[in-house]
């Protein structure tokens, strides 16, 4: 018979094993290593749970980030629409100051201007020369005329 192999009782029957003390190293060895399997399990679902918490705080930070461009665009969006509101007020009031009609009220009420007749008109003729010439001050220029053309070329 093998020592190894032992059953007591009838072999049709499921026959109970007893091993010997031989065998209780094994087992000893086998509750070493499921502890360390255990262990290992725990370490490795302490990672997943790191990893996730990581993942998270990587996913709300981009969501942070994303919401406050999100907000940046609709303060510079409410800013376009108010300049272009102001813009539209503004060629309102160009179109009522570009009036003939408006101006010339304003003229003759604010600032109590009269409105010209064909009585009150002055015509000039510009074809006459206005300017007197002066014979003596043109002798003195042509004198200090040679230093005034040497101190244009000398500055330009």
């Known amino acids: ?7 007591n009782g009838n072999a049709a029957l499921q026959p109970q ?3 010997y003390k031989k065998h209780d190293k094994r087992i000893h060895k086998n509750k070493n ?12 679902v302490l ?6 918490f990581v993942i998270g705080l990587i ?3 981009r969501y942070s980030i994303i919401y406050n461009m999100q907000t940046d665009l609709n303060s510079a969006e409410n800013n ?7 813009n539209e007020n503004l ?31 002055v015509y000039i003729d510009l074809d006459k020369p206005v300017i007197k010439t002066q ?22």
């Open 1 to 7: 018979m093998n020592e190894e192999n032992m059953m």
């Open 17 to 19: 094993y007893k091993p």
């Open 33 to 44: 290593e499921n502890k360390q399997k255990k262990i290992k399990k725990k370490l490795r």
């Open 47 to 52: 990672l997943n749970i790191c990893v996730f």
């Open 59 to 61: 996913l709300i930070y």
């Open 80 to 86: 376009v629409d108010n300049i272009s509101r102001q």
């Open 91 to 121: 060629t309102v009031e160009l179109v009522k100051y570009n009036n003939l009609k408006y101006i010339e009220d304003d003229a003759v009420n604010k600032l109590k201007m009269v409105v010209p007749n064909k009585q009150n008109a």
């Open 135 to 156: 014979e003596d001050e043109d002798s003195m220029k042509t004198q200090k005329g040679m230093l005034n053309k040497l101190k244009q070329l000398i500055w330009r």
